[in-house]
């Protein structure tokens, strides 16, 4: 599949964090470790929660639940111990009952890894359609350009 190119580029993101790497996320050739990619999306997943979620619940309605149904990262250079990575965020795209997030990692104004992740809106029996407040919320953060 090919990816939009808009992904490569630090500025079509809404949502940008910038996070301190750590010498246990090295591998031995010096390089930031899969785990280590894997665990500063995560990162930034629950950072996004945040900043998505803040003053949500103004209207007194409970915080949507979702939960992780795919995670794929593509991998497109080598990160270095002790650079700092830049983390972003955006919605690629809503349906029903789900929606998936587009991250990137940066480091020094390169891209060297992508992220897609399906979330999919949980309700009491299983898969519920999102809603409406957290359907505005999410489209807000769609990439830029």
Known sequence: MKTDPRRLLLAS???VQTMETRF???DVNRHLNNVAFSRFFEETRIRFNGTL???ANADASPRPRYL???VAIDYLGEGSYPEPVTMTYAVGSIGRTSFRSQKAMFQND????LCD???VHRGDAGPAPLPDALRSRLEAFGLKG
């Open 117 to 119: 992740t399906v979330l």
């Open 13 to 15: 993101y809404p949502w």
């Open 53 to 55: 979620f803040a003053n």
């Open 110 to 113: 390169r891209c060297i890894a």
């Open 68 to 70: 992780v149904a795919h």
């Open 24 to 26: 246990a996320d090295m």
